[in-house]
C-alpha cells in the first residue's frame, strides 16, 4: 500500500511559474524524500529532509515538512519547460520505502 | 545514473519461463534494492539488500527472489513468471549512512527494466 500520496495527481503551469505539490503520509518516518522521473527515465533524487528538519532549499527547490500534519510540499520556482516531469515523494520508516502514484507536472512554454 | 546499470533493458518473455534480472553497481554501496512500477501505485519495493548475502523481503516480495553474492551485483528472479508481474523495474543503491539494515541515505535509481509477460 502506498504511504505518500501525492496531491494533485496533475498540474499545468506555464514557463516563469511557481508550482507546488504536497504529498500527505499515514506513518511516523525517519525521512522524506523527492524525487523527478522524466518520462521513460530513472528516478532522480532531488531533495532529502530529515524527520527533525522543517524546511530545506536547494537551488530552485524548496521543501517543508510538517510532522504533526504528516504532510510535505514541494516548492518549484521560476519554473522551466525542462521541470516537466512526475515528481514522487517517498516516506522512508527503517527501511520500508513507501513511493506515492506522482504528480505529473507539466510546463508550458 | 550514479553508476548503476541493469540488464536486459527490456525483455518480452511467455508465462511459467524463468526470468533473472540484473543490477550492478560501481559505487561499492552497501545498500541496494528492487522495485516495480506500475499505473496508478508508484514504486513498490519487492526486496532489499544491506550487504553481501544479506536480503530482505519489501512490500511485494511474492512470487520474487533475490541474491548479492558480490558487493555490486543484485539479482533479481522470477522464478515463474506471471502475466500480473508485467511492470518497469527498478534497481537502486544508497550508501552506509545507517546501522545493520538500515539505511537513513538518499537512494539512486537505475535506468530500468521494461518487463513483458505474455
Known amino acids: 500500500s502506498q504511504q505518500g500520496e501525492e496531491d494533485p495527481q496533475a498540474l499545468s503551469i506555464q514557463e516563469g511559474e511557481n508550482a507546488t505539490m504536497n504529498c500527505s503520509y499515514k506513518t511516523s518516518i525517519n525521512n522524506l524524500q523527492w524525487y523527478r522521473q522524466n518520462s521513460g527515465r530513472g528516478l532522480v533524487h532531488l531533495i532529502l529532509?530529515?524527520?527533525?528538519?522543517r524546511e530545506k532549499h536547494s537551488g530552485r527547490l524548496r521543501v517543508t515538512l510538517d510532522t504533526s500534519k504528516k504532510s510535505s510540499s514541494l516548492l518549484i520556482t521560476a519554473s522551466r519547460a525542462a521541470d516537466t516531469a512526475s515528481y514522487f515523494c517517498a516516506t522512508d520508516n527503517n527501511n520500508d520505502m513507501r513511493f506515492g502514484a506522482g504528480t505529473r507536472l507539466t510546463v508550458k512554454p | 545514473d550514479a553508476g548503476i546499470t541493469q540488464s536486459p533493458r527490456h525483455k518480452v518473455t511467455e508465462t511459467g519461463t524463468p526470468v533473472t534480472l540484473r543490477c550492478h553497481q560501481t559505487?561499492?554501496?552497501?545498500?541496494m534494492y528492487w522495485y516495480r512500477q506500475d499505473p496508478g501505485h508508484g514504486l513498490r519495493l519487492i526486496h532489499y539488500s544491506y550487504g553481501v548475502k544479506d536480503t530482505d523481503k519489501g512490500e511485494v516480495s511474492d512470487g520474487y527472489s533475490v541474491s548479492r553474492s558480490k558487493t555490486e551485483d543484485f539479482l533479481l528472479t522470477l522464478e515463474s513468471a506471471t502475466s500480473s508481474q508485467t511492470s518497469v523495474y527498478f534497481c537502486?543503491?544508497?550508501?552506509?549512512?545507517?546501522?545493520?539494515?538500515?539505511?537513513?541515505?538518499?537512494?539512486?535509481f537505475g535506468p530500468g527494466t521494461r518487463l513483458t509477460v505474455l
Open positions: 537502486a543503491i544508497s550508501g552506509g549512512q545507517g546501522l545493520g539494515t538500515v539505511s537513513t541515505d538518499t537512494q539512486y
Open positions: 529532509i530529515r524527520s527533525n528538519e
Open positions: 559505487e561499492n554501496h552497501r545498500y
